[in-house]
């Protein structure tokens, strides 16, 4: 199977993977008792394993102890402010509803 993607779509799909990566392993500290999910960090490795190609280099980085590519701290900022408004509206919401019930 082949899939083309021009550099936009990639750019986005990138961020996408890193917010799917991030939302469903940042409260995990990857230790035997709270593991983080690894097909999420498999499929984000594989994805940035292509961000050079598309001219994205800088936001990742190759890692040869591990094997596997990483997001940098520049796809991380490029991201921050999706992250950002999820933890707002979560904390209000949140909030809401345990004033609601006192």
Known sequence: MNMEFTKKQ???????????TWMANARHDGSGEDPKDEQFDEIESHILSFAKEFG??????????EGR????????????????EYDEDCFWEELFYRMYER
Not at 10 to 20: N, S, T
Not at 69 to 84: E, G
Request: charged share 30%.
């Open 69 to 84: 590519h990483f997001p940098t701290a520049k796809l991380d900022d490029a991201t921050q402010r999706y992250i950002d």
């Open 10 to 20: 990639f750019e986005a799909l990138l961020k996408a993977v890193y917010l799917g």
């Open 56 to 65: 994205f280099d800088s936001f990742a980085e190759y890692d040869e102890k």
